[in-house]
């Protein structure tokens, strides 16, 4: 973020907290995917999980006026969001399904992938009747996911190859005799990383399970590839899809979902008081448990415009919440002057994961929602107390 976008932003006329989507942005990012699409033949899918504002789907949805080929999803709610909204091609993959999920899935999804073979073998008499009932109409193609024991995640709980992890069949369980129903396999073991992550991927992959890929029709890379990133290795990219595609005959999909949506969004708050604690603390109406979850869970510091690290800058503030969580804490900051209470705010980088995964805590209300395109503004939503009522009982 830079001054000159504050300037175009002007978070004085959005209300506070309100999160700002800007199309310019999330059009470029998707404009770059669809360069892969165009030179490997690959399909990239929104993945849902990172990013669901509905209201810009028809700025990525090839089935609309957008590139991209459709969704993944992880539960039935998201799967039918994709369906009604985005179109195209919807991909789901959840570590366990219920009965009751296969039920609605089976009438949204176009592909399933299992987290085992033991699911794969519960649930393929439903997929088959199914696909028999159906007589050829939107046939479900399934898939197992599987860990290549590859880890190139540097913290623990976004990383699927993790010691431990519940995430995908080990070579050591994959049973090759249960294969007949299943064309594809589905891999995902990035997040926020580059190509050289997925280069050592594939890889480890091919050493596992390259020998299942030639009976495979498609393979799922899943997501965490940082294409949109500045210095991503698009080149490096490429040339992986097209050998695996070259040397297995598979459809390769990719299902990014932050690369969509990276630096596309920024929530605007403003500081209520200032409080002397081991350091000036600055309370915002804006809240890292509330608003921004990872912040605690990964966790990190989200970039602010118009600061520096904590010391770098004249004036240093531990940026807090408002909520009674005493680790309600967003991160320490600098700035050049000492921040007043009505001082706008403007955090980056909030268009993935923080929207779809923000909570009312506290009866914290939820942050507005605005898209902003070559200066105009669009208010997409407001939220209130009805919102807060209505996700209890």
């Known amino acids: ?42 399909k990239i899918l929104l993945a849902l999980k990172a990013f669901a504002q509905w209201s810009v789907f028809p700025a990525l949805s090839r089935a609309q006026a957008g590139p991209l080929h459709g969704c993944c999803a992880s539960s039935p709610d998201e799967a039918r969001l994709a369906r009604e909204l985005f179109g195209g091609e919807v991909h789901v993959f959840a570590a366990g399904y219920s009965e009751e999920d296969l ?20 649930f393929r008499p439903l997929v088959q009747a199914r696909n028999e009932r159906e007589n050829g109409q939107r046939a479900i193609h ?20 993790s010691p431990g992890s519940r995430l ?25 990383q580059g190509a050289d992550a997925l280069d050592r991927t594939l890889d480890a992959m091919e050493a596992s399970f390259g020998p299942y890929l030639h009976r495979m029709q498609w393979l799922n890379l899943g997501g965490g590839h940082h294409i949109t990133r500045p210095g991503y290795d698009l080149d490096l990219l490429c040339r992986r899809i097209e050998q695996v595609r070259d040397r297995y005959g598979v459809q390769v999909y990719l299902e990014p979902g932050e690369a969509v949506a990276l630096d596309a969004g920024v929530l605007v708050a403003t500081v209520l008081d200032v409080v002397e604690a081991d350091m000036p603390v600055a309370i915002l109406d804006t809240s890292a448990a509330c608003h921004m979850p990872d912040v605690l869970e990964m966790p990190y510091r989200p ?12 004036h240093t503030y531990r940026l807090a919440g408002p909520t009674c969580l005493a680790g309600d804490i967003i991160g320490d900051y600098s700035f050049v002057k000492q921040l007043a209470p009505g001082q706008r705010l403007v955090f980056g980088d909030m268009a993935i994961y923080s929207m779809v995964k923000n909570n009312t805590f506290n009866g914290i209300p939820l942050p507005a929602i605005y898209s902003a395109e070559n200066g105009e503004l669009r208010r997409i939503r407001a939220f209130g107390y009805d919102d807060f009522k209505n996700r209890l009982s």
């Open 1 to 42: 973020m830079t001054d000159s976008y504050l300037a175009r932003l002007r978070p004085e006329r959005f209300p506070s907290p309100c999160f700002v989507t800007d199309m310019e942005r999330i059009r470029a990012n998707v404009a770059l995917l669809d360069t892969v699409q165009q030179r490997t033949g690959a």
């Open 103 to 122: 039920g609605e899935l089976l009438e949204l999804a176009d592909h399933l992938s299992f987290n085992s073979f033991a699911q794969w073998k519960r």
């Open 168 to 192: 995908g069949v080990r070579l050591a369980h994959f049973e090759p005799e249960e294969l007949g129903g299943i064309s594809g396999l589905h891999c995902h073991t990035l997040c926020q």
């Open 303 to 314: 970039p602010l415009l118009n600061s520096g690290n904590a010391g770098e800058y004249a």
């Open 142 to 161: 399934c898939g197992i996911r599987v860990n290549p024991e590859h880890s190139e995640g540097a913290v623990a709980i976004y990383d699927p190859c």
